[in-house]
Structure formats: structure tokens, C-alpha cells
Nanobody, 115 residues
Framework: QVQLVESGGGLVQVGGSLRLSCAAS????????MGWYRQAPGKQRELVAT???????NYADSVKGRFTISRDNAKDTVSLQMNSLKPEDTALYYC?????????WGQGTQVTVSS
């Protein structure tokens, strides 16, 4: 199993930046892929960005050029740097890990972008 704990959410103005972090309970070297998803009120959960064990990345079109996902294998953390934030980025952000074919989720951290 993998426990995931997110941090770094908060309230920010349009155009601002936030950095989310996700700490894993085990070495992320053993985790095939990790990522961030988000869910806004009344909407389905959607992929934001993923990163695999070879540092390959994938982004939703809506965040390309603004968000950057990274991983620190020494600290067992995955981060999401979010720049040029927009009101439509407001959501609960979840960390995800794909470990041995099963998905694991954190509790989520709220990001609110005010205009």
C-alpha cells in the first residue's frame, strides 16, 4: 500500500502561483507513475499532470505551459508548480500513485483562485 499526503493548497489571486507537494509513505522508486488530478464542484475528477519513473510527463491541455510536475526520488515527493493561475483552476487537487497496478489517492488539498 501507499499513503499519500498533499500540502501547499490555498487561496491565491488570478495570475499568482502555488506549489503543491505530495509525500509518499514508501519509496517512489517503486511507483510506476504518480500524478495530480483535480475535481471542481459539480464536475468529474480530471487529470492535471502525471510523471513516470523515467521522468516522462503528461499534461492536460488546459495547464500546459503553466504547470510543471516534478519528482524527488530522494525525498519520496512529487510536486506541482502552478503558475499563471486562473479562476477555472479552482478545485480540490488530489495526488495519485499507480503502484503495482492499483491506484492510490491522497485526501486532497484545496486550491482557490480569486478574481
Amino acid at each position: 500500500q501507499v499513503q499519500l499526503v498533499e500540502s501547499g493548497g490555498g487561496l491565491v489571486q488570478v495570475g499568482g502561483s502555488l506549489r503543491l507537494s505530495c509525500a509518499a509513505s514508501r519509496s517512489i522508486l517503486s511507483i510506476a507513475r504518480m500524478g495530480w488530478y483535480r475535481q471542481a464542484p459539480g464536475k468529474q475528477r480530471e487529470l492535471v499532470a502525471t510523471i513516470n519513473s523515467a521522468f516522462g510527463t503528461n499534461y492536460a491541455d488546459s495547464v500546459k505551459g503553466r504547470f510543471t510536475i516534478s519528482r524527488d526520488n530522494a525525498k519520496d515527493t512529487v510536486s506541482l508548480q502552478m503558475n499563471s493561475l486562473k479562476p477555472e483552476d479552482t478545485a480540490l487537487y488530489y495526488c495519485n500513485a499507480d503502484y503495482r497496478g492499483l491506484p492510490y489517492w491522497g485526501q486532497g488539498t484545496q486550491v482557490t483562485v480569486s478574481s
